[in-house]
T-cell receptor
Framework: KNEVEQSPQNLTAQEGEFITINCSYSVGISALHWLQQHPGGGIVSLFMLSSGKKKHGRLIATINIQEKHSSLHITASHPRDSAVYICARGMGSQGNLIFGKGTKLSVKP | KAGVTQTPRYLIKTRGQQVTLSCSPISGHRSVSWYQQTPGQGLQFLFEYFSETQRNKGNFPGRFSGRQFSNSRSEMNVSTLELGDSALYLC?????????????FGSGTRLTVV
């Protein structure tokens, strides 16, 4: 069983819809990362959070440490949001990350 | 400022050969981590370097090695290539080790072993 579980694996939405991607992890963390990967491979770090909520533009990330759960929300989705979204957990002072399998999002115009 | 630069972008090698991939971090970043991405296993941590020292290593065979130079540039080497080593290899840099620093990823090197 992967230490980091994401759902759903695939998500298709219409432009303008509100989107939620979930991430659960099985061990304690010091930080939870949300990453975006477009076709071609490059990865962009969206958020790093250890508590509460962070917002950047139309993207919102929340984390509940007690429930070991994080969500990534996209408001007013747009076709350019189509990508694979990956959550990853980090532990303590270690630099390694354990990654979820990713959620492939497709936003249709 | 320049981002994380990985070279080459694409590489085709034959089974049994060895390969060296390069990662130049963002100026001022002293920590470099390497990851392998395959369709079957997804993203997996390879190793992390800080101040020319390997701090952590993932669960990969000894054929996978790396190093970091005094200017923080890092290389990873894979010897005796196998077909299963075909993957996208990504590096990420940060100011220092640990989860308090965010990571910036490079565009990756896509390695194909034939």
């Amino acid at each position: 069983k992967n230490e980091v579980e994401q759902s759903p694996q695939n998500l298709t939405a219409q432009e303008g819809e509100f989107i939620t991607i979930n991430c659960s992890y099985s061990v304690g963390i010091s930080a939870l990362h949300w990453l975006q990967q477009h076709p071609g491979g490059g990865i962009v770090s969206l958020f790093m959070l250890s508590s509460g909520k962070k917002k950047h533009g139309r993207l919102i990330a929340t984390i509940n440490i007690q429930e070991k759960h994080s969500s990534l929300h996209i408001t007013a989705s747009h076709p350019r949001d189509s990508a694979v979204y990956i959550c990853a957990r980090g532990m303590g002072s270690q630099g390694n990350l354990i990654f979820g399998k990713g959620t492939k999002l497709s936003v249709k115009p | 400022k320049a981002g994380v630069t990985q070279t080459p972008r694409y590489l085709i090698k034959t089974r049994g050969q060895q390969v060296t991939l390069s990662c130049s971090p963002i100026s001022g970043h002293r920590s470099v981590s390497w990851y392998q991405q395959t369709p079957g296993q997804g993203l997996q941590f390879l190793f992390e370097y800080f101040s020319e020292t390997q701090r952590n290593k993932g669960n990969f065979p000894g054929r996978f090695s790396g190093r970091q130079f005094s200017n923080s540039r890092s290389e990873m080497n894979v010897s005796t290539l196998e077909l299963g080593d075909s993957a996208l290899y990504l590096c990420a840099s940060s100011l220092g080790p640990g989860q308090q620093n965010g990571y910036t990823f490079g565009s990756g090197t896509r390695l194909t072993v034939v």
